[in-house]
């Protein structure tokens, strides 16, 4: 690209006018404020003053010099005076040697020399006589006088001189006369001349050393001032050398700053031109070359913007014959001649846009810029599809997009808004972010901008209420970000972000938190115990009830393979099959026991179900372990399984017990009338050696049969109904009663029995000899179990007293014994379960015990004691006190 450019200024014609306007306007206080600035004020100063001194120098030595020229003159008149007075004593010694007539050739030469000499300085006083004394005076008119009368004695002393010198002939007395005579004369004007001027040499004399000390002191000071205004104007010299140094460079950088810039003209991706105050071409770049329709050459330069743009209409024109250009004309030049800047974007041939910006240079020129802007129309016309685009997927979406500036205020929002907040998008732009947020969420939105702004394009998500046109509000999520600064908008906007409705969202998720709350509950309340298992096989959740049991914080199991926490034998093979299952197999949950000890460090049975859970891809992520503590349960079915075996076994006694007994009593009667007719039978015969035999036998049937009617007795008091009248028991009465029943029996075998009852102890409510029958059943296991002991001796304790729990109280019957094998405790209360020899024991006394004590609503435990011996416990109601009872009898 070239740019040509003549000159960027206007003519030298111009320019020169403009000078000698500027010079004849320069004034005297801007000449001094020049030179002020050129030397300073201490310059202008000692200018000044030297400028005085050396006219007072210059004035002194004019006087100075007369004086001078006077002196000298006059003292060449004195001289003169003096040889005129030399040349009229030589005139007298002349005239005395003629006199004497001893005048020799010599001293006639000399006396003609001495005439000359005289007349000649006759002549010069003569001559500078007018010098020094302008009007001719007495004495002038003397030495006139005296000069032309020594002129004609000359003439006639000079003959007789010759002839005196040539004969020896005297001089005639006339001539001696005339001789003396000018001789006198001569010396008397002299004398009057060197009067003359002596009066004269002394006044000049006088004024010429007055004149001396100003001379002196104009001369120092012109020379002082001289010097200090050499020094400033070499200062200022300097100075302005410097000046004009840095002037010099700057006009070079000038120089390449306007090089600098015609080549950044020429290389201006936009056609340039300027023109001159009279719309002429002064330069112009390639571009505008190139945007003008003919182009535009060197040759241009100079010629009138009209004359360039009737060229390029015709060149258009000649493209487009039928197009008329008489409003593009008028229409460009009104622009050209626009005062004011202008930009213009017009589409012109071809589809292509330009864009003129017009505008004036100080000096009245125009300046024409000319971009192609087809690019950038094309570009403008994709970015706004674009966003019409993004503005309809905007739009699209669910969530309300927008944007706010600085103060707040919203400079966008989508048209979503309609339906999160009821206003209109054109609403909202504008209004302040806060008027749409509840009152109570304000500080929370400040909370976030503050981080907002700590962390910029870091994005923030909220909740928050927002204030509906109609006056509700509306729960939204808020995720904002306040953009870096480099895609901010170019700082249009300083936060972005969404809205998005998630009222029923919060909804569904407290719905779903009080499900989970009510379903964590369930679980945490429920007596049994849960664990939650992982895939990797260790705990993630256990219940309350189960760290209860376990004694263990969560934090302690959770994480813990649960085969360590629980004893579950569950097999690997199933839990593997398990993991490993696919979506639709189907799976069976598993039941088993697992014993599990709990803090007092009791074995408990807990039946546990063990059950898969699938997550939503179908695959199983957990397992859940379900546990249910059944010692108690387990216990209880046995009890109640041997209650109702006792039951049947009751019902079975008593239908026994009847059948048996009137055979029974058969026998025994039969064998009762065999004994008594063997023994009332006097004949010994009858029976012979056989008769004790008989007798032996006799006896033993009936002990036999007594023994079996006992049983059977028994046998029917188990299985009599409880619903006998019950009674009052004062528990001290019956434990006395019941021991000294066997204490015979005791002393025999020599165990020793003691009571302990509480003297507060309250009365029972039962049936008073069943209780008893029960106390003497546990006193006589209990001395069998002493005297089966290796010790076979020991004693019994009956103790009495009431519970811990109100309105019960426990009869303890404990020995010394042996104690119960561990083998013997589950089943001790089993009918006819007996460890005694055969014939012994029957194996009824605590079965038929265990069931009096129930049917009196209490029940009875054994257990072995720490200290060695059984301990029986029987647990019975207390009795109501006496007016309680008749209380209660009455209602
Ligand atoms: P029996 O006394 O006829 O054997 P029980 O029902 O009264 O029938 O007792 C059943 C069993 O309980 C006894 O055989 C004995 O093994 C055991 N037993 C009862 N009391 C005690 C005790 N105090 N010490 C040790 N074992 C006992």
């Given at each position: ?6 000159s960027l200024t206007p003519s030298a014609g111009a320019d020169a006018g403009d000078a000698s306007r500027r010079r004849s306007s320069v004034t005297?206080?801007e000449l001094?404020?020049r ?212 002037a010099?460079?700057?006009s ?110 100080a000096d ?528």
């Amino acid at each position: 690209m070239s740019l040509v450019a003549p000159s960027l200024t206007p003519s030298a014609g111009a320019d020169a006018g403009d000078a000698s306007r500027r010079r004849s306007s320069v004034t005297t206080l801007e000449l001094l404020s020049r030179l002020r600035r050129a030397i300073g004020l201490t310059g202008m100063l000692f200018s000044a003053a030297a400028i005085v001194l050396g006219l007072m120098s210059f004035a002194v030595s004019i006087g100075y010099d007369q004086i001078n020229d006077d002196l000298r003159f006059v003292r060449a008149q004195r001289a003169i005076g003096l040889e005129i007075q030399t040349a009229g004593e030589n005139l007298d010694r002349i005239a005395v040697g003629l006199l004497g007539g001893k005048l020799s050739q010599r001293t006639m030469t000399e006396s003609v020399t001495l005439l000359v000499q005289w007349e000649n300085a006759a002549k010069r006083f003569f001559a500078i006589c007018p010098d020094i004394l302008p009007q001719p005076n007495d004495l002038t008119r003397r030495v006139e006088h005296l000069c032309t009368e020594f002129a004609l004695f000359s003439q006639r002393f000079e003959p007789a001189l010759q002839k005196y010198a040539e004969t020896g002939a005297v001089v005639s007395e006339d001539l001696y006369s005339a001789l003396l005579d000018v001789s006198k004369r001569t010396g008397q004007t002299a004398q009057a001349i060197d009067s003359a001027f002596t009066t004269r040499y002394a006044e000049l004399v006088d004024s010429h050393n007055r004149f001396a000390p100003a001379m002196l002191v104009s001369t120092v000071g012109f020379l002082f001032a001289g010097v200090i205004l050499i020094i400033v104007l070499a200062r200022a010299a300097t100075r302005h050398h410097v000046a004009s140094q840095a002037a010099i460079a700057a006009s070079v950088d000038a120089q390449r700053s306007r090089q600098q810039l015609l080549d950044a003209i020429a290389t201006l991706p936009v056609g340039f031109a300027l023109y001159d105050r009279d719309e002429r071409l002064v330069l112009f770049n390639q571009a505008s070359s190139d945007m003008t329709a003919g182009g535009l050459t060197p040759q241009d330069v100079g010629v009138r913007y009209e004359t360039l743009l009737d060229r390029a209409i015709e060149v258009v024109q000649s493209r487009e014959p039928e197009r008329d250009f008489d409003e593009v004309r008028a229409a460009n030049v009104a622009r050209f001649r626009r005062r004011d800047a202008v930009t213009e974007e017009r589409t012109e041939a071809a589809g292509r846009s330009f864009r003129y910006i017009n505008s004036r240079t100080a000096d009245g020129g125009t300046v024409v810029i000319k971009a192609d802007i087809t690019t950038l129309k094309q570009s403008e016309a994709v970015a706004l599809a674009n966003e019409r685009k993004y503005q309809s997927l905007v739009n699209s979406l669910a969530d309300t997009v927008f944007s706010l500036d600085r103060e707040g205020s919203f400079t966008y929002v989508s048209d979503r808004v309609v339906d999160l907040l009821g206003y209109r998008a054109d609403e909202l732009l504008g209004r302040s972010v806060l008027e749409v947020f509840h009152p109570l969420d304000r500080p929370l939105l400040a909370g976030v901008v503050t981080q907002l702004r700590a962390a910029r394009g870091k994005v923030e998500a909220f909740t928050c209420r927002l204030l509906r046109k109609d006056g509700g509000y509306r729960l939204t999520e808020i995720r904002v970000a306040a953009p870096e600064k480099h895609a901010n908008g170019g700082g249009e906007w300083a936060m972005i972000g969404i809205g998005r409705n998630v009222e029923a969202q919060h909804q569904m998720e407290r719905s779903l938190h009080d499900r989970m709350e009510r379903l964590n509950s369930i679980v945490q309340s429920t007596g049994a115990f849960f664990l939650l298992v992982g895939r990797d096989l260790r705990v993630v959740m256990a219940n309350n009830g189960f760290l209860e049991f376990a004694g263990a914080r969560e934090e302690e199991i959770v994480a813990r393979p649960f085969t360590e926490i629980v004893n579950c034998p569950i097999e690997p093979a199933v839990i593997d099959a398990w993991l490993a299952a696919e979506p639709d197999q189907e799976l069976q949950p598993l039941a088993l026991d697992g014993p599990l000890v709990n803090t007092r460090g009791e074995t408990r049975t807990i039946r546990f179900t063990v059950n898969p859970v699938r997550g939503d891809s179908g695959r199983v992520e957990h397992i859940v372990l379900l546990g249910v503590d059944e010692t108690d349960r387990r216990r209880t079915e046995l009890e109640l399984f041997n209650a109702s075996r006792l039951a049947t076994l009751g019902e079975m006694a008593s239908g026994i017990a009847h059948e048996i007994n009137q055979p029974l009593a058969v026998i025994c009667l039969a064998a009762e009338y065999l004994l008594d007719e063997l023994r009332e039978t006097a004949d010994a015969t009858l029976v012979g050696e056989s008769r004790p035999f008989i007798d032996e036998q006799c006896t033993r049937i009936i002990a036999q049969a007594e023994r079996a009617a006992t049983i059977i007795r028994d046998l029917r008091g188990f299985a009599r109904k409880p619903d006998e009248a019950s009674e009052r028991i004062d528990v001290r009465i019956a434990l006395r009663t019941a021991a000294n029943m066997v204490s015979e029996q005791l002393r025999l075998a020599g165990v020793k029995i003691e009571r302990d009852v509480s003297a507060e102890c309250p009365a029972i409510f039962g049936h008073a000899s069943r209780l008893q029958q029960v106390i003497i059943n546990l006193i006589l296991n209990a001395r069998d179990a002493i005297l089966d002991g290796t010790a076979r001796t020991g004693s019994i304790v009956l103790r009495a007293r009431a519970t811990p729990l109100p309105g019960q109280v426990a009869i303890i019957v404990e020995d010394d014994g042996p104690g119960i094998p561990d083998h013997v405790l589950p089943r001790l209360f089993e009918p006819f379960f007996t460890t005694k020899p055969t014939g012994k024991g029957t194996g009824l006394g605590l079965s038929i015990s265990y069931q009096i004590v129930r049917n009196m609503g209490g029940s009875i435990v054994a257990d072995n004691r720490p200290e060695g011996g059984a301990r029986f416990t029987i647990t019975l109601n207390a009795a109501p006190e006496p007016a309680d009872e008749v209380t209660q009898t009455a209602a």
